[in-house]
C-alpha cells in the first residue's frame, strides 16, 4: 500500500511494445508435420523440453486458431496447394518456421515430386537446419521469433505490407528452356487442386 | 498335378518359366499378353489355388540389356494355403501399352493397377476408375519411366508463389 503511494498507478509505453509482448509469448503454433521432423516437433512439445516454457504450447490443429505454422518435414507438389491454403486460412499476424532440411531445401529429396523449400511458395520467417533438427534446435527458432516480433512487430501488423515481394530463393523453374517446362497450376483460391475437365 | 502341368496343358507356349532361388516366376511376351494374361491369372486363382493377389509392380526395361519389350508387369501370386508364391510377369511394348485388368479376380487390383498407370502409364483394359492415384491429376508426364529425368521437367515448382503482404 505504501509503494502504491511513492509510484503513479499508470505506465506510459507504446501500443506496439505491449501487444508485441503479448504476442510473442503466446504463439499457437500448427503444426504442418509431414515427416520426421514431426516427431522432433512432438518431442519439443512433450514433457523433457517443455516449448511451453517458451509460451507456445498450445498445439491447434486448426489453422484459424494459429498464429505460427511450423512446416515440418517434406513437401509435395501434391501438398503444395494445402499448406498454401492452410496458410491463408491463419489469421493475422502470423509466423513460418520453415523446420528441418526436407521443408527449406528440399533435403536429399531432389526428385521430381518434392519441392526444393517451401520458402518457393509460402514467405518464411525461420528456417531450422538439420535432418531433423534436435529440439533445442526448434525452441531456438521459437526464441528468434520471438525476437523478430519483439522487433518488428506492430499492433495492427502493417509491418507485413513492405513484405510484398517474393522472398524465396530464385526459381529453379527459370533454369529449364521454356519448351522443356510443364505448367501445372495448383489452384488455392478456388479448390485444393485445379478440377480436370469431366469427360 | 503342380501349377505347371496346368499351365503347360492349357497355354502351352504361350509363356516361358523359370526359377529363381526356389520360386517361379512366368513370364508372357508383349504380343501374347493381352490375350493370355487374364486368363491365365484365372487359371491360377481358380484351379492352382493362387487366391491372393498380393502385388502388381510395374517394371521399364528401357536400355536394358538384352530386353526384347519395354515394359513389364509383376503380379505377385500367394497360395495362402501352402504358402507358395508365383511371380507372372506379363509385357507390354510403346506406343500404348496395355494389359488387361485384373479386377474381375481380385478387387484390391483397383489401386495397384491405378499406381502402375500413375507411374509407368500402362493402361489396363477393363479398370473402371484409371485415374491418377500418387501424382496430382494434372500431371502429365509418367514419372518412374527411364526416359524421365530424376528432377522432373519443372512440374514442382509451377505454383503460384504467396507473398507476406497479400497473405
Redesign the interface.
Known amino acids: 500500500m505504501a509503494i502504491s503511494g511513492l509510484m503513479p498507478d499508470y505506465l506510459v509505453t507504446r501500443l506496439d511494445h505491449v501487444a508485441n509482448l503479448v504476442r510473442k509469448h503466446s504463439l499457437w503454433p500448427m503444426p504442418f508435420a509431414t515427416a520426421c521432423c514431426g516427431i522432433e516437433l512432438m518431442a519439443t512439445a512433450a514433457s523433457r523440453y517443455d516449448i511451453a516454457r517458451f509460451g507456445s504450447e498450445a498445439m491447434r490443429f486448426s489453422p484459424r486458431q494459429c498464429d505460427l505454422m511450423i512446416v515440418a518435414g517434406r513437401v509435395?507438389?501434391?501438398m503444395?496447394?494445402v499448406m498454401?491454403r492452410i496458410?491463408?486460412q491463419m489469421p493475422e499476424p502470423k509466423w513460418c518456421i520453415s523446420m528441418g532440411a526436407c521443408a527449406s531445401s528440399g533435403g536429399v529429396f531432389?526428385?521430381?515430386?518434392?519441392?526444393?523449400g517451401i520458402d518457393?511458395?509460402?514467405?518464411v520467417d525461420v528456417y531450422v537446419p538439420g535432418c531433423p533438427p534436435r529440439p533445442e534446435q526448434l525452441i531456438r527458432a521459437v526464441l528468434d521469433i520471438q525476437e523478430k516480433i519483439s522487433r518488428t512487430g506492430t499492433m495492427d501488423a502493417r509491418e507485413?505490407?513492405?513484405?510484398?515481394?517474393?522472398?524465396?530463393p530464385t526459381?529453379?523453374?527459370k533454369e529449364?528452356s521454356p519448351e522443356?517446362?510443364?505448367?501445372?497450376?495448383?489452384?488455392?483460391r478456388t479448390a485444393t487442386?485445379?478440377r480436370?475437365p469431366l469427360n | 498335378m503342380t501349377y505347371i502341368d496346368t499351365l503347360n496343358a492349357r497355354f502351352s507356349g504361350a509363356f516361358a518359366i523359370s526359377a529363381f532361388r526356389g520360386q517361379n516366376r512366368v513370364s508372357i511376351d508383349a504380343h501374347k499378353a493381352p490375350v493370355v494374361l487374364f486368363d491365365m491369372l484365372k487359371c491360377l486363382k481358380m484351379d492352382c489355388g493362387f487366391d491372393f493377389l498380393c502385388d502388381i509392380a510395374g517394371i521399364d526395361y528401357l536400355n536394358y540389356p538384352n530386353a526384347a519389350d519395354r515394359y513389364g508387369v509383376v503380379y505377385a501370386l500367394v497360395n495362402t494355403t501352402t504358402g507358395e508364391r508365383l511371380f507372372v510377369r506379363a509385357f507390354a511394348n510403346d506406343p500404348e501399352p496395355e494389359l488387361p485388368s485384373v479386377m474381375a479376380l481380385w478387387q484390391g487390383a483397383n489401386w495397384m493397377e491405378r499406381e502402375v498407370f500413375d507411374m509407368f502409364g500402362i493402361r489396363f483394359d477393363g479398370h473402371p476408375d484409371l485415374r491418377r492415384i500418387l501424382m496430382p491429376s494434372e500431371f502429365t508426364a509418367f514419372p518412374l519411366r527411364k526416359d524421365y529425368p530424376l528432377r522432373g521437367y519443372g512440374e514442382r515448382h509451377n505454383f503460384q508463389t504467396i507473398t507476406r503482404s497479400e497473405s
Request: charged residues 20%; aromatic residues 14%; glycine residues 4%.
Open positions: 509435395v507438389m501434391k503444395v496447394p498454401q496458410w491463408l531432389d526428385t521430381y515430386c518434392t519441392v526444393q518457393r511458395f509460402i514467405p507485413f505490407a513492405a513484405r510484398s515481394s517474393y522472398e524465396g526459381s529453379l523453374a529449364l522443356e517446362a510443364i505448367v501445372a497450376p495448383g489452384d488455392y487442386r485445379l480436370m
